[in-house]
Structures are given as structure tokens and as C-alpha cells.
């Protein structure tokens, strides 16, 4: 059995570029696993040595309507991998990140349970001392989902655009809560190079902030969840209370009411959205 990883090249230079690399080599050592790069059908980055696939035809400006960098839809990328896993007879699809190094561990961990889904939080370390600084427990940085079951509730996810925020939250929300899933926050199983952000003002923060309104009892859910871990981590709680926890919080079963409230929220949400880009300026037009 293997796993189809997919990845999604983007021109980067210095020490971005090295981490990519490093991201990158660390697939190619993985033993079970058919690396591709997936790509746009139009300006398509080629990565040597990797097979390339230029099959996504949306991107964050036709889907936004707003005018920025053209970014992929996490949607997207899971569809194609999902189907090329098909065509391959994989089991598995996984995408992480270009800069994040996926270990053996992890991908042996997957093919051993069996589970429709897993979910995995970064060990960050030190590039110059190799130290390790902890886990980020406030994201997720590698999806491996089950073929069969991306397809089957692909449905229930909306199309979040890769490289901004919110997307891992409410995706990783929706997975726990329909699957059988497991979150692994807790060991080193992939790891990022610690480095400092630069700074974050995405054209399209307003249509991120519209998704996650009409995800709001998902991203809700993952609030929640960590906000009562944070303490437990503090405490060093065991492993079984971490998991008691999540198993927990991620249960999707709101009453009458609260889908009711919600409906009027998506209501105002859209209609927000609908009239910021009404009034938006024409620089920030396609």
C-alpha cells in the first residue's frame, strides 16, 4: 500500500527556497509514497525529477473576483489528488506545505491504522542549533485523507484558498466531526524550519472571513477545542485526556436553533460580501 502526496510548487528565492527544498527532499525519501506537484493549467512551474500536473483550472482571483496573487483552492488541490490517487490505486492522498519535512514515522503511522483521515500539527526547530521548539498546536500542516471518503464528502467543504488563514481550522473541524479521524498534535511526526513571518495583508482576507462565517459552527468547534487543550498542554496532561478531548468537541449536532441562527448569519454574511465587492475599487478588480 502507498500514499499519493501531492504538492503545489511556487517560485520562491533564499532562504525560502531551501526550505522548500528541504520540504521537497524529504517526500522523495519517503518510502510508500508517489510524489506529484500539482499545478494550473497555465503557468505551470515544472519541479525536476517530480511528476507535474497541470489540472487546476480555478484560482483565487476567478473564484474571489478580487484582484492579488492567483493561489490555489485547498479543494482543488484535494480533488486532483484524490483522483490521480485513483488512477495510481492509492488508498491515500496527502498534501502538506512546500516547507514542511514529512518523516517516515509519520506516512508508516497512517498505513498501519488504517483510519479515514489524519491530520498532523508541525514540530517547529531551530535552523542553527537544530533545537526544537515545540509543536504549533493552533493550525494543522498535513491533511492524509482517505480517497474514498474525500469523495464521498467533498460536498461539505467550501473553497478556502491555500496560503490563507482559517482553511486547516475548518477543514480539520469538518474531518473530525465526520470521520474517524485522528488529530496528532502531540509527537514530532513533521517538522518546519522556525522562521519569522513576513507580513500578512491577503487582498482577500474579506472572502476568507466570508467562508469562515458560513463555517462558523466548525471554526466555532476548533476554537473551542483549543482553548481547552492549551491548558491541558500546560499540565501535561496525558495523552488518552488529549484524545478524550477531541473526541469530544468534535461532534456536529446543533439543535434547531442554533441552525436556525446560523441560516441568518450566512444570510448577512452574503450580503456583506455581495456589497463589498459592489463597491469595490476598480484597482482591485481582475
Aim: charged share 25%; hydrophobic share 45%.
Amino acid at each position: 500500500m502507498s500514499v499519493l502526496f501531492a504538492f503545489n510548487a511556487y517560485p520562491a528565492t533564499g532562504a525560502s527556497a531551501r526550505r522548500n527544498g528541504a520540504g521537497l527532499a524529504s517526500l522523495l525519501r519517503l518510502e510508500h509514497a508517489r510524489v506529484v506537484n500539482l499545478q494550473p493549467t497555465e503557468r505551470v512551474m515544472n519541479v525536476h525529477g517530480v511528476t507535474t500536473l497541470p489540472v487546476l483550472e480555478r484560482d483565487s482571483v476567478t473564484v474571489t473576483g478580487i484582484e492579488g496573487p492567483r493561489k490555489p483552492l485547498v479543494v482543488d488541490i484535494f480533488d486532483a489528488a484524490a483522483r490521480e490517487a485513483r488512477v495510481g490505486g492509492e488508498q491515500y492522498f496527502a498534501f502538506a506545505n512546500m516547507d514542511i519535512e514529512v518523516t517516515q514515522a509519520a506516512l508508516d503511522f497512517v498505513l498501519a491504522e488504517r483510519r479515514q483521515a489524519y491530520i498532523f500539527a508541525r514540530l517547529e526547530y531551530d535552523a542553527d542549533t537544530g533545537a526544537e521548539t515545540g509543536i504549533q498546536t493552533a493550525g494543522s500542516d498535513m491533511f492524509v485523507l482517505e480517497v474514498d471518503w474525500w469523495l464521498e464528502n467533498r460536498w461539505r467543504f467550501r473553497d478556502y484558498l491555500i496560503g490563507e488563514w482559517t482553511w486547516d481550522n475548518v477543514f480539520t473541524a469538518i474531518i473530525l466531526c465526520h470521520s474517524n479521524g485522528m488529530l496528532l498534535n502531540r509527537e514530532p511526526y513533521i517538522r518546519h524550519e522556525q522562521h519569522t513571518s513576513a507580513a500578512f495583508d491577503s487582498p482577500f482576507a474579506a472572502y476568507t472571513q466570508f467562508l469562515a462565517a458560513l463555517d462558523r459552527p466548525y471554526f466555532t468547534l476548533w476554537a473551542e477545542y483549543h482553548w481547552y487543550l492549551e491548558p491541558l498542554r500546560k499540565e501535561n496532561a496525558s495523552a488518552e485526556a488529549e484524545l478524550q478531548l477531541c473526541q469530544n468537541t468534535f461532534r456536529f449536532r446543533p439543535t434547531l436553533r442554533a441552525r436556525a441562527l446560523q441560516r441568518g448569519r450566512a444570510i448577512k454574511a452574503r450580503m456583506r460580501f455581495r456589497s463589498m465587492l459592489k463597491n469595490m475599487p476598480a484597482e482591485y478588480r481582475p
